[in-house]
């Protein structure tokens, strides 16, 4: 089993509807979790951090952590085309270091 | 904001050369990684550093070295370039002092390898 697991996708999603991203993860020491953007040939973008349970918003981006489940998910809402972009979930199990997942791709619909 | 940069977005070098990877930040950060990012394969750490002189190897060290002289600077060393190390190479970093640990990155070199 992958340390950090995401469906590849790519999500469709109409402009305008929200976009559910999804990740679960092993480490039941894992003490933060991070969701990344990435745009097509650029670098990873961080956009959310949560450490707690419960929700955490920003914006538009809604973080949801569940420790007794391992999981931890990004809402999007009024997706646009910008969103558009493969996104990272990542959680620091400590030590320095941070496990990163494969991503997934999310396609907004204009 | 966190400022990561990096000396090259784009590099092609022949195979067996020495190629340097430059990394700089500004935000007085303790701790900066060096990854390789793949299709496919996601973000793979090659080295840590947590400290000046400081040095770590990660999942993936071989064919790699790492120098860090001064804390705002971290190099990524290829001593023999080979066509496998063909990659999208990202430098992170953050700070002991940080909640969350959150690294943030500079803007990439992608390397070619003829």
């Known amino acids: 089993q992958k340390e950090v697991e995401q469906n590849s996708g790519p999500l469709s999603v109409p402009e305008g509807a929200i976009a559910s991203l999804n990740c679960t993860y092993s480490d039941r020491g894992s003490q933060s979790f991070f969701w990344y953007r990435q745009y097509s040939g650029k670098s990873p973008e961080l956009i959310m951090s949560?450490?707690?349970?419960g929700d955490k918003e920003d914006g538009r981006f809604t973080a949801q952590l569940n420790k007794a489940s391992q999981y931890v998910s990004l809402l999007i809402r009024d997706s646009q085309p910008s969103d558009s972009a493969t996104y990272l979930c990542?959680?620091?199990?400590?030590?320095?270091?941070?496990?990163f997942g494969a991503g997934t791709r999310l396609f907004v619909k204009a | 904001d966190v400022k990561v940069t990096q000396s090259s977005r784009y590099l092609v070098k022949r195979t067996g050369e020495k190629v340097f990877l430059e990394c700089v930040q500004d935000?007085?950060?303790?701790?900066m990684f060096w990854y390789r990012q793949d299709p496919g394969l996601g973000l793979r750490l090659i080295y840590f550093s947590y400290d000046v002189k400081m040095k770590e190897k990660g999942d993936i060290p071989e064919g790699y070295s790492v120098s860090r002289e001064k804390k705002e600077r971290f190099s990524l060393i290829l001593e023999s370039a080979s066509t496998n190390q063909t990659s999208m190479y990202l430098c992170a970093s953050t700070g002991s002092s940080s909640s969350y640990n959150e690294q943030f990155f500079g803007p990439g070199t992608r390397l070619t390898v003829l």
């Open positions: 990542a959680l620091y199990t400590g030590g320095f270091k941070t496990i």
């Open positions: 935000m007085d950060h303790e701790n």
């Open positions: 949560i450490y707690s349970n």
